[in-house]
């Protein structure tokens, strides 16, 4: 129950949720299988707007390279420093691209080898986020929605 009238929607814990249910696949094929139902007081069922999703899980290339799984606030730090001055995670490609050796050291513990495992993990994990005909933003803006309102 919200009293809010915008109440953005954690689409990445829906993707888990579906994805628990067995139902993702289904969703991405007809996105009206689901429902998100919204309970709210009755003084604010006619106020109350379609909801927007937050896909905090699905990550771009101008998002922090501390979002980037395996990569710290000491690696965080390390990147971000003279001379490397890497701030998201395409910038993390891009120096990586540029870098060929998986032995040498960008920091103390921290290798090429180690950012480019981590970045590949990171790859992998946006992939199935985002696999699939229609993109996963677009399949969970057509969930319908509907308002239930509560209360006297």
């Not at 949720?17 to 689901?34: A, I, M, S, W």
């Not at 390279?65 to 910038?91: F, M, S």
């Not at 891009?94 to 513990?109: H, I, W």
């Amino acid at each position: 129950m919200t009293v809010a009238k915008t109440h953005p929607v954690n689409g990445a814990g829906l993707v888990n949720v579906l994805t628990r249910l067995g139902l993702l696949r289904d969703v991405r094929e007809n996105p009206k299988r689901v429902a998100l139902i919204f309970s709210v007081p009755l003084k604010v069922e006619q106020a109350f707007t379609r909801q927007t999703f937050v896909l905090d899980g699905i990550l771009g290339d101008a998002d922090s390279v501390r979002k980037v799984h395996n990569i710290g606030a000491v690696a965080e730090n390390a990147l971000k420093a003279d001379p490397i001055k890497v701030h998201t995670i395409g910038e993390l490609r891009t120096y990586l691209e540029g870098n060929q050796s998986n032995k040498d050291r960008v920091a103390k513990g921290l290798t090429f080898g180690k950012l480019r495992r981590s970045l590949s993990e990171h790859d992998e994990e946006q992939k199935k986020l985002n696999q699939g005909e229609a993109s996963l933003k677009d399949v969970l803006e057509a969930i319908p929605q509907f308002v239930w309102g509560v209360g006297t």
